[in-house]
C-alpha cells in the first residue's frame, strides 16, 4: 500500500463513513489538532529519559489515536467494531489517578508559573496548549457531533499535562519561574 492515494488531491478528505469533506471541515480540523497534540506527545516522550512518565505519554497517546478515530466517525460507526477506539469513563478515571498521584510530589501553586523548564516540560506546556485548543474545537462542534466523553477526557488531559509539566521540571532539577 501506498502513502499516497491522490484522493485529497482536489482539498477534500474522507471520514470513516465514507462521505467526503473539505480539508478545511471543522471535524477534520478538530481531529487534526488531536494529531497535532499527540505528535507533540511523541516529542515529550522522546525527549524525557523519565520511564515513569513515557508510559503516561505512549498510554494517552494510544487513547488520542482512539478519540481522533471517533471524531472521524460522525456515524459512529467505528464504536461498535473497534474497541481500541473507545474513549470511556475509565480513561477518564485513570487520568485523574495520575494527576493525584504526581501532584503528591509537588509543592502547592501559590502563583501563575511560567512555561518552561526541562524539554520536556516546555514540551508539555505546549501540549497542553494544544490540547486546549482541540477542546474549543470540539466542543465548537456542537453538543451532538460527538460522545461527551472525548471533551471530558481532552478537559482532563489538559489538567494532567499542566502537573506532568510540573513534575518533568521537579524531577529534572529545572525551577519553575513564577508569574
Not at 481500541?84 to 489517578?97: F, H, N, S
Amino acid at each position: 500500500m501506498k502513502i499516497y492515494t491522490r484522493t485529497g488531491d482536489g482539498g477534500d478528505t474522507g471520514l470513516f463513513d465514507g462521505t467526503r469533506v473539505s480539508k478545511s471541515d471543522p471535524r477534520v480540523a478538530a481531529y487534526g489538532e488531536v494529531d497535532e497534540l499527540n505528535a507533540w506527545l511523541g516529542l515529550v516522550r522522546a525527549s524525557t529519559t523519565d520511564e515513569d512518565l513515557r508510559g503516561m505519554l505512549e498510554q494517552i497517546q494510544r487513547d488520542l489515536f482512539g478519540l481522533g478515530a471517533r471524531l472521524a466517525d460522525p456515524a459512529r460507526r467505528i464504536a461498535e467494531r473497534v474497541t481500541k477506539a473507545a474513549v470511556t469513563p475509565e480513561d477518564v478515571a485513570r487520568l485523574e489517578g495520575w494527576i493525584d498521584r504526581l501532584e503528591s510530589e509537588l509543592p502547592p501553586l501559590r502563583r501563575f508559573i511560567l512555561a518552561g523548564g526541562s524539554p520536556a516540560g516546555a514540551g508539555l506546556h505546549v501540549a497542553r496548549t494544544v490540547c486546549r485548543r482541540g477542546e474549543r474545537s470540539i466542543v465548537a462542534l456542537g453538543r451532538d457531533a460527538v460522545e461527551p466523553e472525548l471533551v471530558v477526557y481532552l478537559n482532563r488531559l489538559s489538567d494532567l499535562l499542566f502537573v506532568m509539566a510540573r513534575a518533568a521540571n521537579r524531577r529534572s532539577g529545572a525551577p519553575e519561574l513564577e508569574w
